[in-house]
C-alpha cells in the first residue's frame, strides 16, 4: 500500500541532516518500507515523502519510532494510484 508522509523535523535535528536521514531511512528498510521519493517544503510541513509499505502496521511503527527518537512528527495518509480508484468506483456503483 502506498501512504503520503507529512513531516515535521524537530529543531534540533535541522543542523544534523545527514545522521537523521541515515537512521529514518535504516528503520524504513528494516520495516520493509520502500521510499519513492522526497520533497522538502515550506509551511506546515518540512517534507513530503511517498512510501510503499507492507501494511499499516509497517507505517506506524515507522511513526512512532520517528517520533520517539526525537526526529520530530509524522501525519500519515494512505494513498491510491488514479487507475485503483477508478476501478473500486466502477466495482461499487
Do not use: C, H
Not at 47 to 76: C, H, K, N
Amino acid at each position: 500500500m502506498k501512504y503520503v508522509l507529512l513531516g515535521s523535523i524537530s529543531p534540533s535535528w535541522i543542523g544534523k541532516q545527514a545522521e537523521r536521514l541515515t537512521k529514518s531511512n535504516a528503520k524504513l528498510e528494516q520495516l520493509g518500507i520502500k521510499q519513492e521519493s522526497v520533497l522538502y517544503t515550506q509551511g506546515q510541513y518540512d517534507f513530503v515523502e511517498t512510501i510503499e509499505a507492507p501494511g499499516p502496521e509497517s507505517v506506524l511503527g515507522f511513526t512512532i519510532w520517528y517520533s520517539r527518537v526525537g526526529f520530530g512528527s509524522i501525519q500519515t495518509l494512505p494513498a491510491f494510484e488514479d487507475q485503483e480508484v477508478r476501478k473500486i468506483i466502477k466495482e461499487n456503483k
